[in-house]
């Protein structure tokens, strides 16, 4: 994909790094064009610390593997 898309990882669809404003500030997330899917740093964090039993790898009992959007600045 080209400079500024990424795939998102529940639709497989395109993602766009967008500027979200919300009353007095703004942030960068990004949205997948097709989903609705939106990722921020909080997003990445609160998935973090709440990752379900379930989706551990049962076969090695391996935690998931996260893409992390690292071009989204700290808030």
């Given amino acids: 994909m080209g400079k500024g898309f ?3 990882n529940r639709c497989g669809g395109v993602m766009i790094y ?3 404003y919300h009353e ?7 949205k997948c064009v097709y ?4 990722i921020d740093q909080v997003i990445l964090k609160n998935r ?3 990752k379900p039993s379930s989706e551990k790898n049962t076969k090695n009992n391996e935690e ?5 959007y690292s071009d989204i600045p700290s808030v």
């Avoid at 989903?35 to 939106?38: A, D, M, Q, T």
């Fill in 6 to 8: 990424t795939k998102c």
């Fill in 18 to 20: 967008e500027k979200i």
């Fill in 24 to 30: 007095t500030e703004h942030f960068w997330v990004w």
């Fill in 35 to 38: 989903c609705g899917e939106y």
């Fill in 48 to 50: 973090q610390v709440q």
């Fill in 64 to 68: 998931p593997k996260y893409r992390t």
